[in-house]
């Protein structure tokens, strides 16, 4: 088999070329020779996925080696992940397009992804009607949404994504109808009369207020997984992040000049601040505003550095949690002479149970 190309090859021996690495990526929850047969399965039952495999048999392996790194199941009775086709202009020869198969996340699947990463307890998007009661009710707290069951409810105005923290906290993200459907709009496939937009137009308005909530939801060491998820979606979507996010564009040389200061000085603490701090819209621009051939190099020192400092965080609220335990004020002023003002300000909010958030907060006022 070692002279044969991929275009000799069987799916199912295509599929096993990705064994190992499927292994070192997987979470416990996912086995190889299962996420195969259910890959064999919808091979062997779909002609277009068949059709795809035969002009790209790189792609299934590709598609199967994504169910490992975020960690969403092909088997059909969870409904996680598809995998579906995708006509991409080959980089090689412009004037050529490619039919290749496609790992794609359900909205099931970000829901499950968000609490198996352990980033919250629970998530749901949900659409909102014309004729429903709909109030935001501020910061950390649940909206109010009410409609008649089985009334007409009117047209959709919009759509809402809550998410509740394992702190018990609300995280409320929303998109008017004409949001989503400037996303919708963008999608290339969508725009020939084909596509996920055509054929489930529901799911995808969900999962684009779900994948514009994950900004905001805690990092978890798990949520790459997220982060490769919500990347994968927008590919096979054809959205350009840079067409659909908030205020595109509109960083200003200062921001440029301090997120470049970030990256340069490896600062995981106050890059991960940075991007909690500034305008959602304008991190975008930031995080897409490498030169090409470097971004997916600096995006990636980018994602490591705010891994970086949300895990220091975490680390200096369980010292300061401990020092509380043990009554160690010394300690515990010594360990917040290494953080700034905000930084502590965002630890305590964040990582730090009420028992130390209240402890430091006296200390602080005494040193003050």
Same mark, same amino acid.
């Given at each position: 088999?070692?002279? /044969?190309?991929? $275009?000799?090859?069987?799916?199912?021996?295509? &599929?096993?070329?990705?064994?190992?690495?499927?292994?070192?990526?997987?979470?416990?929850?996912?086995?190889?020779?299962? !996420?195969?047969?259910? @890959?064999? /399965?919808?091979?062997?039952?779909?002609?277009?996925?068949?059709?795809?495999?035969?002009?790209?048999?790189?792609?299934?392996? /590709? @598609?199967?080696?994504?169910?490992?790194? &975020?960690?969403?199941?092909?088997?059909?009775?969870?409904?996680?992940?598809?995998?579906? =086709?995708?006509?991409?202009?080959?980089?090689?020869?412009?004037?050529?397009? !490619?039919?290749?198969?496609?790992?794609?996340?359900?909205?099931?699947?970000?829901?499950? #992804?968000? =609490?198996?990463?352990?980033?919250?307890?629970?998530?749901?998007?949900?659409?909102?009607?014309?004729? *429903?009661?709909?109030?935001?009710?501020?910061?950390?707290?649940?909206?109010?949404?009410?409609h008649a069951s089985f009334r007409d409810r009117g047209g959709i105005i919009g759509?809402?994504?809550?998410?509740?923290?394992?702190?018990?906290?609300?995280?409320? =993200?929303?998109?008017? &109808?004409?949001?989503?459907?400037?996303v919708r709009d963008s999608s290339e496939s969508f725009k020939k009369g084909y596509?996920?937009?055509?054929?489930?137009?529901?799911?995808?308005?969900?999962? =684009? %207020?779900?994948?514009?909530?994950?900004?905001?939801?805690?990092? $978890?060491?798990?949520?790459?997984?997220?982060? /490769?998820? %919500?990347?994968?979606?927008?590919?096979?979507?054809?959205? !350009?992040?840079?067409?659909?996010?908030?205020?595109?564009?509109?960083?200003? %040389?200062?921001?440029?000049?301090?997120?470049?200061?970030?990256? $340069?000085?490896s600062d995981g603490i106050n890059m991960f601040l940075f991007t909690k701090t500034?305008?959602?819209?304008?991190?975008?621009?930031?995080?897409?505003?490498?030169?090409?051939?470097?971004?997916?190099?600096?995006?990636?020192? %980018? *994602?490591?550095?705010?891994?970086?400092?949300?895990?220091? #965080?975490?680390?200096?609220?369980?010292?300061?949690?401990?020092?509380?335990?043990?009554? *160690?004020? &010394?300690?515990?002023?010594?360990?917040?002479?290494?953080?700034?003002?905000? +930084?502590?300000?965002?630890?305590?909010?964040?990582?730090?149970?009420?028992?130390?958030? +209240?402890?430091?907060?006296?200390?602080?006022?005494?040193?003050?």
């Amino acid at each position: 088999m070692s002279g /044969q190309s991929l $275009t000799e090859m069987r799916y199912d021996k295509i &599929i096993d070329l990705g064994a190992e690495r499927f292994a070192k990526l997987a979470p416990a929850n996912i086995d190889f020779e299962a !996420e195969k047969g259910f @890959a064999i /399965q919808l091979l062997e039952t779909k002609p277009e996925l068949m059709k795809a495999y035969r002009e790209c048999p790189q792609s299934l392996l /590709q @598609a199967v080696t994504n169910v490992a790194a &975020i960690g969403l199941s092909l088997n059909p009775a969870k409904a996680e992940a598809y995998l579906i =086709t995708r006509n991409i202009k080959v980089e090689r020869n412009p004037d050529r397009w !490619e039919t290749r198969i496609v790992l794609e996340p359900s909205y099931r699947g970000f829901c499950n #992804l968000a =609490t198996n990463t352990g980033s919250i307890m629970w998530l749901q998007a949900k659409a909102v009607h014309e004729k *429903d009661t709909y109030e935001n009710q501020g910061i950390d707290k649940e909206p109010l949404h009410k409609h008649a069951s089985f009334r007409d409810r009117g047209g959709i105005i919009g759509y809402c994504c809550i998410a509740k923290t394992n702190k018990g906290d609300y995280l409320t =993200t929303e998109m008017s &109808i004409e949001e989503i459907f400037k996303v919708r709009d963008s999608s290339e496939s969508f725009k020939k009369g084909y596509g996920p937009w055509k054929d489930w137009p529901e799911e995808q308005a969900k999962k =684009t %207020v779900v994948r514009r909530a994950f900004k905001m939801l805690p990092k $978890t060491d798990q949520f790459r997984r997220i982060e /490769q998820a %919500v990347h994968i979606s927008n590919e096979n979507a054809e959205i !350009e992040l840079l067409k659909t996010a908030p205020a595109i564009n509109s960083y200003t %040389v200062s921001d440029k000049e301090k997120f470049d200061a970030l990256i $340069t000085s490896s600062d995981g603490i106050n890059m991960f601040l940075f991007t909690k701090t500034i305008d959602e819209g304008v991190f975008t621009s930031l995080y897409h505003s490498f030169e090409k051939g470097q971004k997916g190099k600096y995006q990636k020192i %980018v *994602d490591t550095l705010c891994q970086e400092g949300a895990a220091k #965080l975490r680390e200096f609220a369980e010292a300061l949690g401990e020092c509380c335990g043990r009554g *160690d004020d &010394i300690g515990a002023q010594e360990l917040l002479g290494d953080l700034s003002e905000d +930084a502590t300000a965002y630890m305590l909010e964040h990582f730090a149970d009420e028992e130390t958030a +209240a402890y430091v907060r006296e200390i602080q006022k005494e040193a003050a």
